[in-house]
């Protein structure tokens, strides 16, 4: 009797944590989901994908010039070879905000085309990318479809440029919380 009912407290003590343990699953804010394509990007020439729409009058309409307005619409593939799978798009807009030119404004939406990777659905992206950093990282701040509520982060890589024909291949890792 008297064993049982110092026993008692503990039992609650047990029952709670039980429930805490049931309510939060163990490692549930460690959950992050990754998302890895390419974006084939060509800024001059014919078949440009990034085309200067606006800039400030007299000064050059560059990616290095404040005040410049690109319109973007990138092909993603699924490796860097652009003639991998196409996944979808990288379709918006490109502003130098900074008036030195070291920081972009980036405005994006990817656009996902491919019935093996998230067709139909969005993921919109959004911050300063700085332009002299190896790894820049931007915002993920929302997404439709399969993404509906997403959050999380995205990083640019250019892992390829010719000079020549202004081509670039850019890695873009998204990071998502689960
Ligand atoms: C543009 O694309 C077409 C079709 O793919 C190709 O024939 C042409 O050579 C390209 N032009 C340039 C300047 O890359
Ligand atoms: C992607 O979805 C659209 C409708 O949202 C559909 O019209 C299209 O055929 C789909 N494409 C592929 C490759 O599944
Ligand atoms: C590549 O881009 C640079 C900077 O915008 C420009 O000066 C150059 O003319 C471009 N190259 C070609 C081949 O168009």
């Known amino acids: 009797m008297e064993?049982?009912?110092v026993s008692q407290p503990s039992k609650l003590l047990l029952f709670v944590l039980l429930l805490v343990?049931?309510?939060i699953p163990p490692n549930e804010a460690l959950k992050e989901t990754k998302i890895v394509f390419f974006l084939q990007d060509v800024s001059s020439g014919s078949n440009?994908?990034?085309v200067p729409v606006t800039g400030i009058t007299g000064k050059p309409w560059s990616f290095r010039s404040f005040g410049t307005i690109f319109a973007v619409d990138d092909p993603i593939t699924q490796t860097p070879d652009r003639k991998s799978?196409?996944?979808g798009r990288a379709q918006g807009m490109f502003l130098t905000s900074a008036l030195d030119g070291s920081n972009v404004l980036v405005s994006i939406s990817?656009?996902?085309t491919n019935a093996e990777y998230y067709n139909g659905s969005t993921l919109e992206l959004q911050g300063i990318s700085k332009q002299n950093e190896r790894y820049k990282e931007i915002s993920v701040v929302s997404g439709t479809g399969s993404f509906r509520l997403a959050r999380g982060y995205a990083t640019f890589e250019t892992i390829y440029y010719d000079d020549r024909t202004n081509y670039?291949?850019?890695r873009t890792t998204i990071s998502l919380s689960a």
């Open 3 to 5: 064993l049982d009912q």
């Open 21 to 23: 343990a049931i309510t």
């Open 48 to 50: 440009a994908t990034v």
């Open 85 to 87: 799978t196409p996944i």
């Open 110 to 112: 990817i656009v996902f």
């Open 168 to 170: 670039s291949i850019i």
